[in-house]
């Protein structure tokens, strides 16, 4: 019998990080623009916060710690939440599925605070608020190419869509002596330089450093085999197209 696939097929991680960015964002909109600055300044990231210069919220010293996971939780405009929400739909959900929702969680979390932690080591003591998810979302994006890159290099590209758990991963050397994944990097890293110079995705409010976007992709690109525990060692099962019609 033939089973067809469903339009909308999403992850519930997928699904479930969607409607947080979207149902905090909508509900910024309803704020007074007092009470909305005192949360952006209250969940965002800002290296000031460990120079003791940065002045005093109603929340303390707990954004310290909080505001390394928080800032991805909140976004300048509807540009900047569309733009991620379609990197989260492409990629987040690619990742989600080849390593599961826990997992995913996970991986995202880390991406995030590593490119938090590249963009304080880059502007320590810089007053301006770093918000948005485009660390973890670079995080999805290298992580998702090194099984479509193994999928190309393994000739599973057939496999890739029906069963994407079935895909061996590159290795980290196999990933640095591919040509074809080394260019896309050089171009994502060339890409991203090029839009913080014209100032893409700042304002004089809050700006997203391409610092922590390199932070979050590489540590996608590094630490992405830690979180897949995929049996590659399963024949994905194919059916024929006779099959198919029963």
Not at 172 to 196: E, G, P, Y
Request: proline residues 4%; charged residues 10%; neutral net charge.
């Amino acid at each position: 019998m033939y089973h067809s696939e469903p339009v909308f097929n999403l992850p519930r991680s997928v699904l479930l990080m969607l409607g947080v960015l979207f149902g905090i964002h909508i509900v910024r909109i309803f704020l007074p623009p007092t009470l909305d600055n005192e949360i952006l300044y209250a969940l965002a990231f800002i290296p000031a916060r460990f120079t003791h210069i940065f002045p005093d919220t109603a929340w303390g010293d707990i954004q310290s710690v909080t505001s390394w996971l928080t800032y991805m939780f909140i976004h300048n405009d509807w540009t900047h939440l569309i733009m991620n929400s379609a990197g989260l739909l492409i990629f987040g959900s690619a990742v989600a599925m080849r390593i599961g929702h826990i997992n995913f969680l996970i991986f995202s979390a880390v991406c995030g605070i590593v490119g938090a932690l590249v963009h304080l080591m880059a502007y320590w003591g810089d007053i301006s608020p770093v918000i948005g998810a485009s660390a973890a979302i670079s995080g999805h994006i290298a992580g998702a190419i090194r099984f479509l890159y193994g999928a190309v290099r393994n000739h599973q590209l057939s496999i890739m869509r029906s069963h994407p758990k079935n895909v061996r991963l590159l290795t980290l050397k196999q990933c640095f002596t591919d040509f074809r994944l080394l260019l896309f990097v050089a171009i994502w890293v060339i890409s991203n330089i090029m839009f913080a110079a014209i100032g893409y995705g700042t304002d004089a409010h809050s700006s997203i450093a391409w610092e922590a976007h390199l932070g979050g992709f590489f540590a996608g690109l590094f630490l992405f085999g830690a979180f897949d525990n995929t049996p590659h060692a399963v024949k994905p099962v194919i059916h024929s197209p006779q099959e198919e019609k029963e």
